[in-house]
């Protein structure tokens, strides 16, 4: 069955930082693009950061660009988010979500439950 | 960047049909894809590639494109429909995922 398995969430005062991991199983990991997803409380689905299979390319929403490093370790089926300097704004669910893999399109066909990220004083 | 449009909320009675709108300049020479999110829980691909439905998605979902439009059309609406629902497409030009700004669907 393909998983992934976020952790790592918690509540972090502002200008902290926090990392993020997700652990994928059911799947060959290193073969697909994997992003991160979020949510803030009551509101609408916001991509954040997106990562290449083999790791060399990274993709970065405006709103966290500079602040926010994706990564990703094959051979541990594992991808991270980095999170510094840390908003309020940036309070939501953050969700691993894995890309589909077709040539002609981008489209998350699989989701983790997601892990809830705090930002407060 | 896209600015992908949706209705925030449709309403629907049990066994009618739910129509649920994207709305963004030629978003018909785009994929637009699915996901439908029920309170608490992660979003789920309904429609993928316009018109394609993964395995365990029930026929009554589906989708179109063409134009200014995209369409996810959900037949014979039941009490578990009830959720919000995204479409989403890619943006070449960013490489970034967009997301519609969500539809909360309510079954009466």
């Known amino acids: 069955e393909v998983q992934l398995l976020e952790s790592g969430g918690g509540l972090v005062p502002p200008g902290g930082s926090l990392r993020l991991s997700c652990a994928a199983s059911g799947f060959t990991f290193r073969n697909y693009i994997m992003s991160w997803v979020r949510q803030a409380p009551g509101k609408g689905l916001e991509w954040v950061s997106g990562i290449s299979g083999s790791g060399i390319s990274t993709y970065y929403a405006d709103s966290v660009?500079?602040?926010?490093?994706?990564?990703?370790?094959n051979s541990k089926n594992?991808?991270?988010?980095?999170?510094d300097s840390l908003r309020a704004e940036d309070?939501?669910?953050?969700y691993c979500a894995k890309d589909s893999g077709s040539e002609s399109y981008r489209v998350l066909d699989i989701w983790g439950q997601g892990a809830m990220v705090t930002v407060s004083s | 960047s896209y600015v992908l449009t949706q209705p925030p909320s449709v309403s629907v009675a049990p066994g009618k049909t739910a129509t649920i709108t994207c709305v963004e300049n030629n978003i018909g020479f785009k994929s637009v894809h699915w996901y439908q999110q029920k309170p608490g829980q992660a979003p789920v691909?309904?429609?993928?590639?316009?018109t394609d439905r993964p395995s365990g998605i029930?026929?009554?979902?589906?989708?179109?494109?063409?134009?200014?439009?995209?369409?996810?059309?959900i037949s014979r609406v039941e009490a578990g429909d009830e959720a919000d629902y995204y479409c989403q497409v890619w943006d070449t030009d960013r490489d970034h995922y967009v997301?519609?700004?969500?539809?909360?669907?309510?079954?009466?």
Do not use: C, H, W
């Open chain 1, 65 to 73: 660009k500079g602040r926010f490093s994706i990564s990703r370790d």
């Open chain 1, 78 to 83: 594992t991808l991270s988010l980095q999170m």
């Open chain 1, 91 to 94: 309070t939501a669910v953050y």
């Open chain 2, 45 to 50: 691909l309904v429609i993928y590639y316009d």
């Open chain 2, 58 to 73: 029930p026929e009554r979902f589906s989708g179109s494109n063409s134009g200014n439009t995209a369409t996810l059309t």
């Open chain 2, 99 to 108: 997301f519609g700004t969500g539809t909360k669907v309510t079954i009466l």
